[in-house]
């Protein structure tokens, strides 16, 4: 280099050791990212529900569950628990919800359950160590990618802390005694949820979409899921002439259809889904609001 050109002053010795760094990192993530592209091409990452996880993957996942639960349930306060009425209830609520993935004292886990990866764990074990607090999170939020649902749309919040009451007595439950219990609790109703309990917004609405399973036959504009043609795609929606071929596409006539797609055209695939009116309005709303 010619001695008249001079170095700038931020080219220096360190600054030359970080950039060094950053670029090994990058070089390092990229490689990192094309070798688990190789082995997702090649087909050798296996997805079958058979294969085992590895014991660190359990292990971390147990873990990533329990901070963030334990992070998101922080501000909740759970209100007195301990009353029969409560615990009874609770327990329709876990019979009708729960008993088929979670098991019940003397009772196993229906076929679909037994067969899940990650397999439900047995409650009276988390009912022992997590608060009652992570407890009603867990259940009203579900954990993503385990196949718990969140029972925030399908139970009333009152439902929602009955079953944690149910859930805190588990571990001291005998068969017999929930044998009793779940009898009685039979003539009991498990309340859903009200379509009012969820606020409207964009993003709730969303959330709404999903939570009724429009996602797994539709394409859906702002929804992220599988990408199914089953039904027609629900974009550009207020561009729409016309609804299920014939109706003048409105709002009015959009929630008759969503709530009873047979009523409006009797041989129509897609199933009456028990959408609460409210959420009908609010995802014909978002649909119309589409360019
Ligand atoms: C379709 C199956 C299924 C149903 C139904 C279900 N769960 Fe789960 N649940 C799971 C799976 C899978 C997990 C994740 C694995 C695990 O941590 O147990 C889980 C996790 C949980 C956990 C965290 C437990 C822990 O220690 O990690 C709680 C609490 C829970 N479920 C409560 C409930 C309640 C209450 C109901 C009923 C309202 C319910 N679940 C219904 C499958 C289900
Ligand atoms: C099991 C698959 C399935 C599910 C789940 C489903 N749909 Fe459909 N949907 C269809 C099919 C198929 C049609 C085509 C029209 C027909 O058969 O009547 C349709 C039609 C529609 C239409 C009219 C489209 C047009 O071109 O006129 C709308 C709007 C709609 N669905 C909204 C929804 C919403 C909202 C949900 C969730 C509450 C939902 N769908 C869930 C299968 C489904």
Redesign the pocket.
């Known amino acids: 280099m010619p001695s008249w050109i001079h170095k700038p002053s931020w080219v220096h010795k360190p600054t030359r050791k970080i950039v060094l760094l950053v670029t090994g990192a990058i070089a390092l993530v990229l490689f990192g990212a094309l070798g688990a592209a190789v082995v997702l091409l090649s087909g050798a990452y296996s997805t079958a529900a058979t294969t085992q996880h590895f014991k660190i993957t359990h292990r971390l996942l147990?873990a990533g569950?329990?901070y963030s639960?334990r992070a998101s349930a922080s501000d909740i306060q759970a209100p007195i628990l301990d009353e029969p009425h409560k615990y009874e209830q609770g327990a329709a609520?876990?019979r009708l919800?729960?008993a088929?993935?979670?098991g019940a004292p003397g009772i196993a886990p229906d076929e679909?359950?037994r067969g899940?990866l990650?397999?439900?764990?047995n409650?009276a074990?988390?009912?022992r160590?997590?608060p009652a607090e992570?407890?009603y999170y867990?259940?009203k939020k579900?954990?993503r990618m385990?196949?718990?649902?969140a029972?925030e749309f399908r139970?009333s919040e009152e439902s929602l802390w009955s079953?944690?009451a149910f859930?805190t007595r588990l571990p001291s439950l005998t068969r017999a005694e929930y044998a009793q219990l779940s009898q009685y609790s039979a003539q009991l109703e498990c309340e859903s949820a009200e379509g009012a309990e969820m606020q409207a917004s964009e993003d709730r609405t969303k959330i709404v979409f999903r939570q009724y399973a429009c996602h797994s036959c539709h394409r859906i504009e702002g929804v992220v899921g599988p990408k199914s043609y089953v039904g027609p795609a629900l974009v550009e929606w207020s561009h729409r002439k016309y609804l299920a071929g014939t109706l003048p596409n409105n709002e009015e006539n959009l929630v008759r259809f969503i709530l009873d797609p047979q009523a409006v055209r009797p041989h129509s695939l897609m199933p009456k889904l028990e959408v609460a009116p409210a959420h009908a309005r609010q995802m014909a709303r978002y649909l119309l609001e589409l360019e």
């Open positions: 147990d569950l329990r639960v609520c876990y919800h729960c088929q993935c979670h679909e359950g899940m990650p397999i439900a764990s409650l074990q988390s009912a160590e997590w992570w407890l867990v259940t579900g954990v385990s196949g718990m649902p029972w139970m079953t944690v859930l």
